[in-house]
């Protein structure tokens, strides 16, 4: 495995497939509630995206925005692993290495929402605190944050 930063080698029919792979695995299946194209391209343009490849396929995606440099708060928006490889701590891989890239940036803190309580525990076990159950008007169980510290 092996694990990059940024989506600049990364084809959007590539990303495409592994949304398709992994959408019917969120509690609320991602088709058709988000547009591939549109998430490729803030992917791409505006977050942090950190992959996850075997044999150049994405079987991990993390992307966390990290352009709030008022509030110097990054959100994690999203974080997926083809279920074929669990169990490898690409999600926790993922988002150490997303911390680093925010810190990179300026970021202080990362928040993240999730319905999912494995991946709830995943982000505990990295640092997070639950600062929230159904938080505000979102669909989510539980809202997390991360403060980040110095390099």
């Given at each position: 495995m092996e694990y990059k930063v940024g989506l600049s080698d990364i084809s959007e029919a590539d990303f495409e497939k592994f949304i398709i792979?992994?959408?019917?695995?969120?509690?609320?299946?991602?088709?058709?509630?988000?547009?591939v194209h549109e998430t490729y391209t803030k992917f791409k343009n505006l977050a942090v995206s950190v992959v996850c490849l075997e044999s150049n396929k994405i079987i991990g995606l993390a992307?966390?925005?990290?352009?709030?440099?008022?509030?110097r708060k990054g959100y994690t928006t999203f974080v997926g692993a083809d279920?074929?490889?669990?169990?490898?701590?690409?999600?926790?891989n993922l988002m150490l290495l997303t911390i680093d890239e925010a810190r990179k940036k300026g970021m202080e803190l990362i928040?993240?929402?999730?319905?999912?309580?494995?991946?709830?525990?995943?982000?505990?076990?990295?640092?997070?605190?639950?600062?929230?159950?159904?938080?505000?008007d979102h669909s989510y169980n539980w809202y997390l944050e991360k403060e980040l510290g110095d390099l």
């Open positions: 792979k992994i959408s019917d695995d969120f509690m609320v299946p991602l088709l058709p509630r988000i547009d992307a966390t925005y990290c352009n709030n440099l008022e509030t279920k074929e490889y669990r169990g490898n701590h690409i999600g926790t928040g993240v929402h999730t319905n999912n309580p494995i991946a709830k525990r995943m982000y505990e076990n990295i640092g997070f605190s639950q600062v929230a159950d159904k938080s505000g």
